[in-house]
């Protein structure tokens, strides 16, 4: 399985951004995806994981209201909204997946992660 994220960049304070993850393979529809960062000098944070479906979705309380995740099972493809940033959001934001029946925040439990893409905010 590869996965591939795409979508970072520079914004500023207050504005959005949606990165987007790709991901090889026929078994995406059994895959529960997730998103995380990883801002420097700081551990891996969980922020966002789909259902296999889509129809269960959970947040880290930095992304509660602010983002939302989504995906499209015909395109292999799983998304992240992130509305309202701020410099705080800066970091390398990763895609990943495992498959399971259940989204799940910790990211022991998660098998295949993409390379990462940087998304900076600036004030």
């Known amino acids: 399985v590869q996965l591939v994220e795409s979508g970072g960049g520079l914004v500023q304070a207050g504005g959005s951004v949606t990165l987007s993850c790709a991901v090889s393979?026929?078994?995406?529809?059994?895959?529960?995806m997730g998103w995380f960062r990883q801002a420097p000098r700081k551990e891996r944070e969980f922020v966002a994981a789909?259902?296999?479906?889509?129809?269960?979705?959970i947040y880290g309380d930095s992304a509660k209201g602010r983002f939302t995740i989504s995906r499209d099972n015909a395109k292999n493809t799983v998304d992240l909204q992130m509305n309202s940033l701020t410099p705080e959001d800066t970091a390398v934001y990763y895609c990943?997946?495992?498959?399971?029946?259940?989204?799940?925040?910790?990211?022991?439990?998660?098998?295949?992660w993409g390379q990462g893409t940087q998304v900076t905010v600036s004030s």
């Open positions: 393979g026929r078994t995406f529809s059994e895959k529960v």
């Open positions: 990943a997946a495992r498959t399971a029946l259940f989204a799940s925040s910790s990211s022991a439990l998660y098998d295949d």
């Open positions: 789909i259902s296999r479906r889509g129809g269960t979705t």
